[in-house]
């Protein structure tokens, strides 16, 4: 969004001042992976997310910056894990860590970035850096406690939407709430406008999640949607939407659903087609946009509650909705 564009810039700049400093640490098969994924792009919302809420109580943005690179540079660390944990060849249309060094050498630099994000917090005085470090420690507990439930949903024989919205809950959203909250530390703000940032944060967290799920199986195309439409169907990643409509099947459904789980290779295409189906008759699609629809509703009532400028906060829910409005 072009209103925060100035602040994007501002924490590249400080992103590209940190990768020079690394650039000639040893052992350079450490710090050169480092540099690597932190060079691979991406819309970087996390830490701008930081240097937002800090303006929004008309504070500096610059005062959030190392706690803005302290979250890329954890989100980092775990994107390089979790590649490695799923075997995933490629990342931003690059070769992994993992595939472009090996699996010994991503751990470590993974270790390393996880390190380093906590190192950048120590440039904050005393006072704001318990806060601070609590919060993101909190947050980096909870996100690694997430990604162990996801992975355990893989084989569990049941699996509820409660506990799956609980999952993404840790996985993805508590970052982008500690992203916010830690923005309106830095701004001195109170406790309850810290609180209801971070809520307004998760909520939409969550919200985004759910609308991935939907996307990803009723996006009009690949190209819309930015990656494979139908791509969790033919993997057989429990979402929201396959959960559900295990709840809601009756056992003729049921049974369909189990022998659908089953078809790999060329069925690939009659297996979506047939969730599709399926997903209409029992109106998970429909329960699925919905439930997007009350967390986004929770994330706006968060938002709305902030005392800070209006006019800024207008803007934040502009850019929010346009994270999750995406065109199916």
């Known amino acids: 969004m072009k209103e925060y564009n100035s602040f994007l810039q501002l924490f590249l700049k400080h992103l590209d001042n940190y990768k020079a400093g690394i650039s000639h640490?040893?052992?350079?098969?450490?710090?050169q992976p480092c540099n690597y994924m932190l060079s691979l792009g991406g819309k970087r919302i996390r830490p701008l997310l930081a240097l937002v809420a800090c303006d929004l109580f008309d504070k500096k943005p610059e005062q959030a910056l190392n706690s803005a690179l302290a979250v890329e540079l954890f989100h980092n660390f775990s994107l390089i894990h979790d590649?490695?944990?799923?075997?995933?060849?490629?990342?931003?249309?690059?070769?992994?860590?993992?595939?472009?060094?090996?699996?010994?050498?991503?751990?470590?630099s993974g270790d390393a970035l996880l390190v380093e994000s906590s190192k950048v917090l120590n440039n904050y005085a005393p006072s704001a850096f318990k806060k601070l470090s609590e919060l993101f420690h909190a947050t980096a507990t909870e996100v690694c406690e997430g990604q162990q439930q996801d992975m355990n949903f893989e084989t569990a024989k049941?699996?509820?939407?409660?506990?799956?919205?609980?999952?993404?809950?840790?996985?993805?959203?508590?970052?982008?709430?500690?992203?916010?909250?830690?923005?309106?530390?830095?701004?001195?703000?109170?406790?309850?406008?810290?609180?209801?940032?971070?809520?307004?944060?998760?909520?939409?967290?969550?919200a985004f999640q759910l609308l991935d799920d939907y996307l990803d199986a009723f996006a009009a195309s690949?190209?819309?949607?930015?990656k494979?439409?139908?791509?969790?169907?033919?993997?057989?990643?429990?979402?929201?939407?396959?959960l559900k409509s295990i709840?809601?099947?009756?056992?003729?459904?049921?049974?369909?659903?189990?022998?659908?789980?089953?078809?790999?290779?060329k069925n690939a295409s009659k297996k979506v087609n047939a969730f599709l189906n399926l997903y209409k008759q029992l109106s998970t699609d429909r329960l699925c946009y919905e439930a997007a629809g009350l967390y986004t509703n929770a994330a706006?009532?968060?938002?709305?509650?902030?005392?800070?400028?209006?006019?800024?906060?207008?803007?934040?829910?502009?850019f929010a909705l346009e994270l999750i409005n995406r065109q199916a």
């Open 83 to 108: 590649d490695i944990l799923d075997n995933a060849p490629l990342r931003r249309n690059k070769p992994t860590v993992h595939i472009k060094w090996n699996h010994n050498i991503a751990i470590l």
């Open 222 to 226: 690949d190209s819309n949607f930015g």
């Open 25 to 31: 640490k040893k052992p350079n098969e450490l710090y």
């Open 228 to 242: 494979q439409v139908g791509g969790d169907i033919i993997a057989n990643k429990k979402t929201y939407l396959l």
């Open 247 to 265: 709840e809601l099947a009756n056992a003729k459904q049921k049974r369909e659903i189990e022998q659908l789980l089953l078809l790999k290779g």
């Open 158 to 206: 049941k699996v509820t939407t409660e506990q799956y919205i609980h999952m993404i809950e840790l996985k993805t959203a508590v970052l982008l709430g500690c992203s916010l909250k830690m923005g309106a530390i830095c701004a001195g703000t109170g406790k309850r406008n810290q609180d209801l940032l971070y809520d307004f944060g998760k909520n939409l967290g969550i």
């Open 300 to 318: 706006i009532a968060s938002l709305q509650k902030v005392k800070a400028s209006a006019e800024k906060k207008k803007v934040l829910m502009a």
